[in-house]
């Protein structure tokens, strides 16, 4: 198993509503939401295979429903 670190400097203020951040494999079609939301740097997803490259998004929720543009990454596992 191995695990996957996102970090970046957090702003001043932070977001009220934390990060919405969304991975799956590079190239698959269903995201997986990281949770509980997670509220700074930085952000672990455990559990992923160390086999498998992962890709995603990260998004400063300002708001409950929106916020920042959308930052893509992408891991290098393999």
Do not use: D, W
């Not at 269903?30 to 930085?42: K, L, R």
């Not at 295979?49 to 916020?67: D, L, P, R, V, W």
Request: glycine fraction near 8%; charged fraction near 5%.
């Amino acid at each position: 198993m191995a695990t996957l670190t996102i970090n970046f400097t957090n702003p001043s203020p932070l977001p009220n509503f934390g990060y919405k951040v969304l991975y799956r494999p590079v190239g698959g079609s269903t995201y997986t939401e990281v949770t509980p939301t997670p509220t700074q740097s930085p952000i672990i997803i455990t559990g992923l295979s160390s086999s498998t490259n992962y890709e995603g998004t990260i998004q400063a929720m300002c708001t409950k429903y929106g916020g920042s543009n959308l930052v893509p990454f992408v891991s290098n596992f393999s």
